[in-house]
């Protein structure tokens, strides 16, 4: 049956939706990757009875929000947890992403799936905090993170953009944090699309000099990283810089817009990936990881090309907005029973820009029950007045 779908210009169109998923979606197979590592950074399920406000406590559906983990952990994907997918510091407070870290975790060991969760510093309120703060508020989380058993990922830190006065204190923060870590770790470099607030993080807002920087905090503690997440939105930066890192040090990708040939690499080099597409792309992203295992580049690219017209959608600015759309197509695709999100950033994307998501999805055959994501759909067209 055909729907009219709301288009930017304020004029319906009408688009026929697919009827079977693509066969991708039908195989599963938790088995780990030979090629890259590949994490998924996933989103937390709202509890949609809760009474409470945006800017209320967050709460969250257990169940629903770990059998989405479960979900990618049957594909072979890692889980990324409580990263800014999960809405750290756009809903989700800390003591909730505490409580998110350690059930997860727990769920990781008993489903033998990979985790790695985020450590920051978003438990610090006051807008004045000291380094002493930023540094006590990293080591409470790493704390959290390494009890619980999963790798940790050091996140850029809003408190210490706020505090620093160049590239000495983040020099200090990073290492006394490194020398202290258990086990390496993965450092996160967030660009200011994501969080406006992460302006000239690493001292500098010229990111040649940036780049410099963490690149001295890397090859100060290369036996402390694991490997670095760079999430700038610029292919040719993020391939400059994994060419500098040091032997053994990876580049983990988290950049949603150039996935495909970032992670297929050239010559001299690839990247791994962290990305929050990975999310509504699990069992598709898998299925492609695979075929690159077996060295055949080409069908790798064959699968994930496709996919980037819908993640530059769901990336486009204001970018920090994209969970509402990874959440959206969770919804859609059935992993949840409701399209609430915590803080009510449901309402961050406006119709238009959802029914553009829906027909890019339906279009790569995403939704395991195509008919259910019309249903859907249509039930949210009627909401919002349209006669689907």
């Not at 963490?214 to 040719?236: N, R």
């Amino acid at each position: 049956m055909t729907l009219h779908l709301p288009g930017a210009d304020g004029t319906l169109r009408a688009y026929e939706p697919r009827t079977e998923p693509l066969p991708a979606l039908r195989a599963t197979s938790g088995s780990a990757f030979s090629s890259r590592t590949v994490f998924s950074a996933a989103h937390v399920v709202a509890d949609p009875y809760a009474d409470t406000t945006p800017d209320g406590p967050a709460a969250v559906d257990w169940d629903a929000t770990l059998a989405f983990r479960r979900h990618l952990w049957s594909h072979g994907l890692g889980v990324a947890e409580a990263m800014d997918t999960a809405q750290r510091g756009m809903g989700l407070d800390w003591p909730t992403a505490a409580e998110l870290i350690r059930r997860s975790a727990a769920e990781a060991r008993s489903t033998g799936g990979r985790i790695a969760c985020g450590v920051g510093t978003d438990q610090l309120t006051a807008t004045a905090a000291t380094l002493a703060d930023v540094r006590s508020a990293y080591e409470e989380q790493l704390a959290v993170v390494e009890e619980s058993g999963a790798q940790a990922i050091l996140m850029a830190s809003r408190a210490l953009a706020a505090t620093a006065q160049g590239p000495d204190d983040y020099l200090e923060v990073y290492g006394h944090l490194l020398r202290q870590a258990a086990e390496p770790v993965i450092l996160h470099w967030l660009g200011p699309m994501f969080d406006p607030a992460l302006e000239g993080y690493w001292g500098s807002s010229d990111l040649d000099a940036a780049t410099d920087t963490f690149l001295e905090v890397i090859a100060a503690h290369p036996d402390k990283v694991d490997g670095i997440k760079v999430s700038l939105l610029d292919a040719q930066r993020e391939i400059d810089l994994r060419r500098r890192l040091p032997r053994g040090v990876r580049c983990y990708t988290g950049d949603d817009f150039n996935y495909p040939e970032l992670i297929a690499g050239d010559e001299q080099g690839f990247s791994h990936a962290l990305l929050g597409i990975f999310d509504p792309l699990g069992p598709l992203a898998a299925e492609a990881v695979r075929v690159l295992d077996t060295g055949d580049t080409d069908g790798f690219r064959a699968l994930l090309d496709p996919t980037v017209e819908l993640s530059r959608h769901l990336f486009r600015a204001p970018t920090r907005y994209y969970k509402t759309g990874v959440v959206f197509l969770a919804w859609l695709a059935g992993h949840q029973s409701h399209f609430t999100m915590v803080g009510g950033l449901q309402s961050a994307r406006s119709l238009p820009h959802l029914a553009r998501a829906y027909e890019l999805a339906d279009g790569l055959g995403l939704f395991p029950d195509p008919k259910l994501a019309e249903e859907r759909m249509r039930n949210l067209l009627a909401l919002y007045g349209v006669n689907a």
